[in-house]
């Protein structure tokens, strides 16, 4: 029975917390009957456990919260009411029901803790609670599910929000593998430690109201049956519109090493790692006496010469340049920032002119530029660049390449991107690169009730 198994732990815990309130009341019965009524309702309003291992601390902090209110308006207000005397909020008078503030606060606290500990011992006892289904609206006819929580898809269910706001019939859930909005223009300033990352996201949860959010990562879309599978859940998402909004994986070339070598600029966790690594090698180079090993240490590759490796190489230039002054054995003279970009000129997105502008202002700041270059293998400690730059070699003038190597421990891949890998599963028409082909309406050709966006 649930709701034995959530009303018993709080009703006990209850009990046993109330001796903590008998100051306050001045009474053990009165207090064990106040904390076995309480304690029942706070286990039935609890939401399931969790294992994660901050959740008793977190809810007991809550429960304790909830002390003051109830003190306030109970032996404040109330009980002085009832005794027929005017209502204790003086200082003098507010002052003598310390003792129950603190038995409150302390009861709430406990509460939380205990009542948290009995149900997580009742599952490991009985098992698991099965969670009762999603309240379905009746009312619900449609249901629209968008996959990604990115620009394309948070903008999509905000839109509808707006467009169904009287429509209780239309009902809107978004799966996300991460719980916040990302604003990549400024990931670049994460890395290079500007900003933080709570300062470019935004929690779906907070930004969507009528939109019912979940984290996961899909694992896969039965478009016969019209469901969406999750990875890690039993559940499946039934839809009648689907919206596809999945975003661009890093395209990395297979074989040469490097996918295995390079860090990726993609998320808010490859730009924190970017950062925890570039702290890293800091501290390395600071204890390396080998100066060959030191300068590796201290050469940061970015491959990629669009937006995105441009704003990064630009950012660690100055935060690497800035660090500087906190390492005093460490010189300018071993920093070595390269922006590798196939082309050339970088910035293929901006007139030439601006994107002559800004590579003269990040060379005047420090960048290095390998143009008309890519990176074409990666190993260990090493970064392999071709050269497109032609060397006339022998008698018959036949150009080739220039294999060049860079010792670095960095190399962070911003040189592209491809649809999302799950897309390849779908029988539905891609252009060469993979990309799900549109008509303007964004539905996606041929099959009815499924969009595209992003
Ligand atoms: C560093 C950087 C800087 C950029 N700067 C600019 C800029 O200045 N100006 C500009 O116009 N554009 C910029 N862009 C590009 C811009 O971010 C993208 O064009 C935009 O994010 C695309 O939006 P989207 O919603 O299609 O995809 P995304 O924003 O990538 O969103 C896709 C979402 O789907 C989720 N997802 C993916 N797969 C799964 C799965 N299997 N299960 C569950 N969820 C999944 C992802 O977690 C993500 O939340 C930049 C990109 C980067 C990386």
Redesign the pocket.
């Known amino acids: 029975m649930p709701i034995l198994r959530r009303a018993l732990p709080g009703f006990t815990c209850g009990v046993l917390c109330g001796i903590l309130l008998a100051g306050g009341f001045g009474s053990i019965s009165i207090g064990l009957a106040v904390g076995a009524v309480l304690g029942t309702a706070y286990g039935l309003a609890l939401p399931l456990p969790t294992r994660d291992a901050g959740v008793p601390a977190d809810r007991a902090m809550t429960a304790a919260a909830f002390g003051l209110p109830i003190w306030g308006a109970l032996n404040v207000i109330l009980l002085p009411l009832l005794a027929g005397q005017m209502p204790q909020w003086t200082a003098k008078g507010m002052r003598g029901l310390f003792p129950a503030l603190v038995g409150w606060l302390l009861f709430g606290f406990a509460l939380g803790l205990l009542t948290t500990g009995a149900m997580r011992l009742a599952e490991r006892l009985f098992g698991v609670t099965p969670a009762p289904p999603e309240p379905v609206s009746p009312e619900v006819k449609t249901r629209v599910v968008i996959?990604?929580?990115?620009?394309?898809?948070v903008s999509t269910a905000i839109n509808l929000e707006k467009e169904f706001r009287d429509d209780p019939s239309v009902a809107f859930t978004l799966?996300?593998?991460?719980n916040a909005l990302l604003f990549?223009?400024m990931?670049?300033e994460v890395a290079a430690s500007t900003l933080e990352p709570t300062h470019i996201s935004t929690p779906l949860r907070s930004t969507l109201h009528r939109t019912r959010v979940v984290r996961?990562?899909?694992a896969g879309i039965d478009l016969e049956n019209r469901r969406v599978k999750l990875s890690d859940r039993e559940e499946t998402l039934p839809y009648d519109h689907l919206v596809l909004?999945?975003?661009?994986v890093s395209s990395l070339p297979p074989g040469d090493g490097i996918a295995e070598h390079v860090l990726e600029?993609?998320t808010l966790a490859d730009a924190i790692r970017i950062r925890n690594h570039v702290i890293d090698v800091f501290d390395h180079a600071d204890a390396e006496l080998n100066p060959a090993r030191r300068r590796a240490l201290l050469t940061f590759v970015v491959a990629g010469g669009g937006?995105?490796g441009a704003?990064l190489v630009g950012a660690l230039n100055d935060f690497a340049r800035g660090m500087l002054a906190d390492y005093p054995n460490l010189s300018a003279d071993d920093l070595r920032i390269v922006l590798v970009h196939s082309r050339e000129r970088i910035l293929p997105e901006l007139s030439a002119s601006l994107a002559h502008y800004a590579l003269e202002r990040m060379r005047a700041r420090g960048v290095t530029f390998e143009l008309n270059a890519r990176v074409s293998a990666a190993r260990p400690g090493v970064a392999v660049l071709q050269r497109m730059e032609l060397e006339k070699t022998d008698a018959t003038k036949k150009p080739k390449p220039v294999q060049v190597e860079i010792p670095t421990e960095t190399l962070v891949w911003a040189a592209g991107v491809a649809p999302?890998p799950?897309l390849k599963e779908l029988a539905v028409e891609r252009d060469k690169r993979g990309t799900v082909l549109l008509e303007n309406t964004l539905a996606v050709r041929g099959h009815t009730g499924l969009l595209g966006a992003?």
């Open positions: 996959l990604g929580g990115g620009f394309a898809g799966v996300s593998e991460t990549t223009p990931l670049a996961a990562q899909v909004a999945l975003g661009a600029f993609k937006f995105s704003e999302s799950l992003g």
